[in-house]
């Protein structure tokens, strides 16, 4: 949003087809004609601060954006857009499930439920208004608590913030039985992919689900499915036969360059900002990271 600041200072949004694609000046009664030419200014001032790629490319990272976030309108009601539960928060970690739920609801959905432990709870709260916060992960009745809430959700993310409590995984172990049983696609993180890795065939097979390890949480995936060290050589191999092993589920493997394969052999092609195609091996999309995709920020 810092590359938008120097058009907001001056123009006001129109927001048309589920993104905002233009800018005209307050009070302005000729919109027509300016805003293609405030949106080429932000283009413009975006890519230079990444000159390897041309401002068409941000205007294809546009046409991706639209065709995710759902359009605003009159005729839907709260929720349509999406119900997103957040599964962790602990007493030492509040920060990863807050930046999931958000980030959730800033990309579109409507409604973001956090499941906790009790002591993470009125710290998360104090973050944002806008999550709904359950205390109950650490609750005896944790699974049947999450477990009725299910029928109201689109998707789960499991693992940021969990911590390894026994009884916090022994509950995650219940609620990804149950999320199972509905057919609920999920997100699978950080120490949720602790837990997979000591149980893989809690997983296994199940194709909504989604891991995304870093480079050590790939290695330990791999040990526990592989029981040998993982060939560090040859990451792209590595991934697609891990994917395989799981039965095909998606996996993201995180690093200077992102790995993606959900175990297919057919060639896959993604996009990743800032709009730049990702090169694709076989059944392995390779993708810029954050790190090193996105434009630096503006000088301050």
Not at 22 to 43: A, I
Not at 163 to 184: H, M, P, Q, W, Y
Not at 231 to 251: C, E, P, R, W
Not at 260 to 282: D, E, M
Request: charged content about 20%; glycine content about 8%; overall charge positive.
């Amino acid at each position: 949003m810092q590359i938008l600041s120097e058009g907001l200072s001056q123009c006001a949004g129109i927001f048309q087809n589920k993104f905002c694609i233009g800018f005209v000046p307050l009070g302005s009664s000729d919109s027509s004609h300016l805003e293609g030419d405030c949106r080429n200014k932000v283009l413009q001032r975006a890519f230079s601060l990444h000159p390897a790629h041309a401002p068409k490319d941000m205007e294809n990272f546009f046409q991706l954006v639209r065709n995710i976030v759902p359009a605003l309108t009159s005729k839907k009601h709260k929720g349509q857009d999406g119900r997103i539960g957040i599964v962790g928060g602990c007493q030492e970690y509040t920060g990863a499930p807050y930046f999931a739920g958000i980030t959730a609801l800033k990309v579109g959905a409507d409604l973001t439920h956090v499941f906790c432990a009790r002591e993470a709870a009125p710290v998360i709260k104090s973050y944002s208004p806008e999550l709904i916060v359950h205390p109950v992960l650490d609750s005896s009745g944790a699974v049947e608590e999450v477990e009725k809430w299910l029928p109201r959700l689109h998707a789960l993310v499991v693992g940021p913030g969990l911590g390894r409590d026994s009884l916090l995984l022994n509950n995650v172990r219940g609620i990804l039985e149950a999320t199972k049983a509905r057919d609920i696609p999920v997100v699978i993180d950080a120490d949720g992919l602790w837990l997979v890795a000591q149980q893989p065939a809690l997983i296994r097979g199940y194709q909504k689900a989604v891991l995304t390890p870093n480079r050590v949480e790939f290695s330990r995936l791999w040990e526990a499915v592989f029981s040998s060290p993982m060939d560090a050589t040859n990451q792209s191999d590595s991934i697609l036969k891990l994917s395989q092993a799981l039965g095909n589920i998606t996996v993201v493997q995180k690093g200077e360059q992102d790995l993606i394969s959900n175990g297919q052999q057919a060639p896959a092609h993604c996009w990743w900002l800032p709009g730049v195609l990702a090169r694709s091996r076989g059944s392995v999309t390779i993708r810029p990271s954050r790190s090193t995709a996105a434009p630096r920020p503006l000088p301050t």
